[in-house]
């Protein structure tokens, strides 16, 4: 019988997963693949750095909420790699990293590019593995994707060494395997406890996390606060998963957002943490009454109890717990005695958000010069008012001004770094919103700082025809940083935060994109106007005010971090 070789095994293993993007940056390692994928069904989608091609597979896992493909050659394409993986398991992306190596045969030999690669990204991925022999090359490409997507979604790693995928295989010892995992456990006695605790509140919030994209449980998420008329709050993937325009959606639960958010996490007396994380964000659970009762749903048991004890911890799948007190509202006809009772906190709500817009009024509608960040975040999504339009964020203020403001209609749809808060994500996540949405509008704002890191992103976006449109807030500095040390040693260090002027637009111009600068603020529409018309990737430089602090700074300064960028 003849033989096939591992690479052959290794390509044809991801085509009948029906995988459609690899992304990835080649090298001699990993050519064994790329060989038997070329000409295939799965489209080899190549970007400029090892670390952009995890990011858009990040990107990819979290909008498809399915497995995707980075791979990446050894030794120094592996560690370009790390910081994607890093920030894929934060934001419990299905990312499915496979990685060439030096031989079994030449370990130890000083070959070229050769390190010990499992142990450095073992404690980064849910689970990790070397493949042995080429005959089973299937099987572990098959484990590799039932682990991303089991349970908590998350990053794993498979390492495929050059021997290994050189190797002749017998396909009489070769196992094709392809197992479907889709099991959705519900907690009834949970969802039963859950809305009796629920008929004694007389001030709950609802807390929607990424567990409620994971799980495709916008549809329940909306009919379960119609039910009750519960206010609810949308946080990380989640944010989408009910419209911000939803009656009782008010929209972020992050704390510095205006609007509700930090009034009613702050008010509550019952809490449903639905599919998220007691972290940062929420200050380590403590922006909650301590007399909060507190109901925690996730798919992964051992985070019930992370940073706060909880009244009743629920593990299992967040879209059944929420069918499940559906059926149960619906059956005992308790949905009016429900929405009465809180009729008078949702009012409250909607109060508190109005307060708390209102001293923001002024900053969104500045027409200061510089630019204040706030007006161009707010330009930004009055632009981008399309259902289906995509909207990425990166940077550290620049973040935190578009989490401030944006208004986020569908879920996967808008985008930002997530809890790991790593710089550089932008470019990557929109070349794959668009690679996924052809159809839809794509816009990046990010900071002057974090664009840097993967600037060659936009020639990749550029020579694959992906019409995004970058606008860049541009205050010169690491902003983030420099205001973090303003505001605790007085002043900010040069050597270190400052930047300077640059050009970007004319850079992505000389690319073969379109450019344009920004320096008043009502130039900012017609410059957004222009840049999508013109059908190619774009960059809009916006000179905004270096001044301006954000509280994302605030919150920084005063929990004694210097953990974020501009």
Not at 254 to 272: C, M, Q, W, Y
Not at 477 to 482: L, T, V
Not at 510 to 522: D, I
Request: aromatic content about 8%; proline content about 5%.
């Amino acid at each position: 019988m003849e033989k096939i070789i591992g690479g052959r095994l290794a390509a044809e293993a991801l085509i009948e997963r029906g995988v459609e993007y690899v992304f990835t940056l080649s090298g001699g390692h990993i050519t064994p693949i790329y060989q038997y994928l070329e000409g295939s069904p799965v489209r080899l989608f190549d970007t400029r750095h090892e670390q952009a091609a995890v990011f858009m597979a990040e990107a990819w896992a979290r909008m498809t909420r399915k497995p995707a493909v980075a791979m990446v050659t050894a030794g120094p394409g592996f560690t370009n790699a790390l910081s994607g993986i890093a920030n894929a398991r934060l934001s419990n992306a299905p990312v499915v990293l496979i990685a060439g190596c030096v031989g079994l045969a030449s370990v130890e030999k000083l070959d070229l590019q050769d390190m010990s690669q499992l142990p450095v990204i073992a404690p980064m991925v849910k689970k990790g593995w070397v493949c042995p022999v080429a005959e089973r090359i299937p099987e572990f490409v098959d484990l590799a994707f039932r682990t991303a997507a089991s349970g908590r979604p998350g990053p794993v790693y498979l390492e495929l060494p050059c021997d290994v995928l050189n190797a002749a295989a017998d396909p009489a010892g070769v196992k094709r395997l392809r197992s479907r995992v889709e099991s959705r456990p519900r907690d009834l006695a949970g969802a039963a406890e859950a809305l009796a605790m629920l008929r004694q509140a007389q001030a709950p919030v609802v807390i929607a996390g990424s567990g409620v994209w994971y799980a495709d449980g916008g549809e329940a998420l909306a009919g379960f606060v119609e039910r009750a008329g519960v206010p609810v709050f949308t946080g990380g993937s989640g944010r989408g998963s009910i419209p911000d325009t939803h009656p009782l959606c008010f929209a972020s639960s992050l704390a510095i957002r205006p609007g509700a958010a930090f009034f009613t996490l702050a008010s509550a007396d019952l809490v449903l943490f639905l599919g998220s994380r007691l972290s940062l964000f929420y200050l380590f659970g403590d922006i909650f009454r301590k007399d909060a009762r507190f109901i925690q749903a996730d798919i992964e048991a051992e985070e019930i109890g992370r940073n706060r004890s909880v009244d009743l911890g629920i593990a299992g799948d967040v879209r059944g717990l929420l069918e499940e007190m559906n059926s149960r509202i619906d059956a005992e006809g308790i949905g009016a005695e429900l929405r009465g009772r809180f009729a008078g906190w949702v009012e409250t709500v909607r109060k508190a958000d109005r307060d708390g817009k209102a001293p923001t009024q002024p900053l969104w509608e500045s027409g200061a010069v510089p630019i204040h960040p706030l007006r161009l975040s707010r330009e930004v999504d009055a632009f981008m008012d399309r259902d289906d339009d995509v909207v990425v964020a990166d940077g550290g203020d620049t973040q935190v001004w578009m989490g401030m403001t944006r208004t986020v209609r569908k879920g996967g749809r808008y985008l930002d770094s997530g809890l790991y808060g790593c710089l550089a994500v932008g470019l990557p996540f929109a070349n794959a919103a668009q690679l996924r949405h052809p159809a839809s509008r794509v816009l990046l704002i990010t900071g002057d700082g974090s664009v840097g890191f993967n600037f060659l992103e936009f020639h990749t976006a550029i020579r694959r025809g992906l019409p995004i449109v970058a606008v860049i807030a541009n205050d010169q500095s690491w902003g983030m940083i420099a205001h973090s040390q303003t505001l605790r040693m007085g002043h900010s260090i040069p050597d270190g935060t400052w930047l300077g002027r640059v050009e970007y637009h004319r850079l992505v111009e000389a690319l073969g994109g379109f450019g344009l600068a920004v320096e008043r603020p009502e130039e900012i529409r017609p410059a957004l106007e222009a840049a999508f018309a013109s059908g190619k990737t774009a960059c809009v430089n916006v000179m905004v005010d270096p001044a301006v602090i954000s509280p994302g700074s605030v919150a920084l300064a005063n929990l004694g971090g210097y953990c974020a960028g501009s």
